[in-house]
């Protein structure tokens, strides 16, 4: 079946701009994560969600950053006032549920790069 | 404090060699789940194997197995014979409970470069 689709794969942007990256779990999968991941580094949380609400946003590391799941499903991550800090690779993940032995399974990752 | 740590930033294994990649975890709750993905130079994260905090047995998925230690909070990955396709980042990841489950996000380490050698 289909997994995890992520879009743009790139985005190029320029200091102060607003971006937009989407995610597209896998049908039926009731939680969805956002995770940052740096050059050499691992994977950092941000946001997940569970069905429509956010379960735990603890790790977005500012107001600038945001992200809904307005019908349960898809996932924007929003970033405003995008900064040369915010370059990095913005992984998605979903699983069918939030709990226990739960396999999160993740989608390809959208490079940001801010010039 | 930094709770999954791979200290290990890079290993090399001869192929058809089996090889442990360490990682010790750090959590006072008693619920918990552990995590290894291998993340290939395409960028992809590609699940592994889990081990759950109250599993009686290490658990196994055809080449993988992860050697689980509770009481010295280490959860070992163990590859054997190796392959080419096996060059790759490893990291271990861990889930903290939430009383007797375990939710939500995952924390990772910081990962380790295995290579295999023809």
């Known amino acids: 079946g289909a997994g995890v689709s992520q879009t743009p794969s790139n985005k190029v942007t320029e200091k102060g701009k607003y971006v937009e990256l989407r995610c597209d779990p896998i049908?039926?999968?009731?939680?969805l994560y956002w995770y940052r991941q740096s050059l050499g580094q691992g994977p950092e949380f941000l946001i997940y969600?569970?069905?429509?609400?956010?379960?735990?946003d603890s790790g977005l590391p500012n107001d600038r950053f945001f992200a809904v799941r307005p019908e349960g499903s898809v996932s924007t991550l929003k970033i405003q006032r995008t900064e040369r800090g915010d370059s990095a690779v913005y992984l998605c993940?979903?699983?069918?549920?939030?709990?226990?032995?739960?396999?999160?399974?993740f989608g390809p990752g959208t490079r940001l790069t801010v010039l | 404090a930094q709770k999954i740590t791979q200290t290990q930033p890079g290993m090399f294994v001869q192929e058809k060699e089996a090889v442990t990649l360490d990682c010790t975890y750090d959590?006072?709750?008693?619920?918990?789940?552990l995590f290894w993905y291998k993340q290939p130079s395409s960028g992809e994260m590609i699940f592994l194997i889990y081990?759950?905090?109250?599993?009686?047995q290490n658990a196994t998925e055809g080449r993988y197995s992860l050697n689980f230690q509770k009481a010295r909070k280490s959860a070992n990955l163990v590859i054997s014979a190796s392959q080419l396709g096996d060059s790759a980042m490893y990291f271990c990841?861990?889930?903290?409970?939430?009383?007797?489950?375990?939710?939500?996000?995952?924390?990772f380490g910081q990962g380790t470069t295995l290579q295999v050698k023809p």
């Open positions: 959590t006072s709750d008693p619920s918990y789940g």
């Open positions: 993940a979903s699983s069918a549920t939030d709990r226990g032995r739960d396999t999160q399974y």
């Open positions: 990841a861990m889930r903290e409970g939430k009383g007797s489950s375990n939710t939500g996000k995952l924390i």
């Open positions: 049908s039926g999968h009731t939680a």
């Open positions: 081990q759950g905090s109250y599993d009686q």
């Open positions: 969600f569970q069905g429509t609400g956010a379960a735990d």
